[in-house]
T-cell receptor, first 116, second 114 residues
Framework: KNQVEQSPQSLIILEGKNCTLQ??????????LRWYKQDTGRGPVSLTI???SENTKSNGRYTATLDADTKQSSLHITASQLSDSASYIC???????????????WGLGTSLAVNP | DSGVTQTPKHLITATGQRVTLRCSPR?????VYWYQQSLDQGLQFLIQ???????AKGNILERFSAQQFPDLHSELNLSSLELGDSALYFC?????????????FGPGTRLTVL
C-alpha cells in the first residue's frame, strides 16, 4: 500500500533555532518527492522537488534530503523565523515518469510553531 | 500569488443545501484538482479534470460533483450538505495531465455548514 508518514506530528521551537522534519514513504514505483509549506488557512506552496538521483536540494533556509535506499526524506530549516510557523507536508509522486498515470500521495504534515 | 483563483472565499449555508465553488486555474494550466481539508486534517484529494475531461477520482462523495468548462475554469458542486462537509476546499492546477507534477494551489474556499 502506498503510504507517506511524517514525524513529528507537531513541533515547537524558538526563533533562530534549527529543526528537522522527517518523512518516510513506502510507494512503488517512486517518481519524485516534494515538500510543501502550508500556512494556516491557505493553500500549500511547493518548497522543493527531488527525484530519485538527487540527495540534497536547498531553497534558501530550507534544505531537503532524500535517501532512496531507506525511503526517507528530511526537511531541515535553519535559523528559524516566526514566518516559518506552518504545516510542512511531504508529498510523494507514484508512477512511471514516462507515463500519465502518476499520482500524489500526501502526508498528514508536521505542524511547526516558531515562538519568539 | 499562485495565479489560481477561487470564489467565494467564505460560504455559510445550512444542512441540506447545495453550493457551487468556482476555480480558475493558472494561465496555461490544463489540469484542475479539487481537495478537501477538514479542521486539523490532511488534504484529501477529491477529483482531477484535464482539458475538460475527468481524469482521476479520489475520495469524492456521490453528493459531490465537478466539471471543467471549455475556458478551463472548474466548478465543484456540493449537494445535500451535512455538518461534516464543513471544511476548506482547495483548487489546484498544473500544466500537464499527470498527477505527479507540481500543483499550484488557490487560496481556498471555507465552507461552513450550520
Amino acid at each position: 500500500k502506498n503510504q507517506v508518514e511524517q514525524s513529528p506530528q507537531s513541533l515547537i521551537i524558538l526563533e533562530g533555532k534549527n529543526c528537522t522534519l522527517q518523512c518516510n514513504y513506502t510507494v512503488s514505483p517512486f517518481s519524485n518527492l516534494r515538500w510543501y509549506k502550508q500556512d494556516t488557512g491557505r493553500g500549500p506552496v511547493s518548497l522543493t522537488i527531488m527525484t530519485f538521483s538527487e540527495n540534497t536540494k536547498s531553497n534558501g533556509r530550507y534544505t531537503a534530503t532524500l535517501d532512496a535506499d531507506t525511503k526517507q526524506s528530511s526537511l531541515h530549516i535553519t535559523a528559524s523565523q516566526l514566518s516559518d510557523s506552518a504545516s510542512y507536508i511531504c508529498v510523494v509522486s507514484v508512477g512511471w515518469s514516462a507515463g500519465n498515470n502518476r499520482k500524489l500521495i500526501w502526508g498528514l504534515g508536521t505542524s511547526l510553531a516558531v515562538n519568539p | 500569488d499562485s495565479g489560481v483563483t477561487q470564489t467565494p472565499k467564505h460560504l455559510i449555508t445550512a444542512t441540506g443545501q447545495r453550493v457551487t465553488l468556482r476555480c480558475s486555474p493558472r494561465s496555461g494550466d490544463l489540469s484542475v484538482y479539487w481537495y478537501q481539508q477538514s479542521l486539523d486534517q490532511g488534504l484529501q484529494f477529491l477529483i482531477q479534470y484535464y482539458n475538460g475531461e475527468e481524469r482521476a477520482k479520489g475520495n469524492i462523495l456521490e453528493r459531490f460533483s465537478a466539471q471543467q468548462f471549455p475556458d478551463l475554469h472548474s466548478e465543484l458542486n456540493l449537494s445535500s450538505l451535512e455538518l461534516g462537509d464543513s471544511a476548506l476546499y482547495f483548487c489546484a492546477s498544473s500544466v500537464t495531465l499527470t498527477g505527479g507534477d507540481t500543483q499550484y494551489f488557490g487560496p481556498g474556499t471555507r465552507l461552513t455548514v450550520l
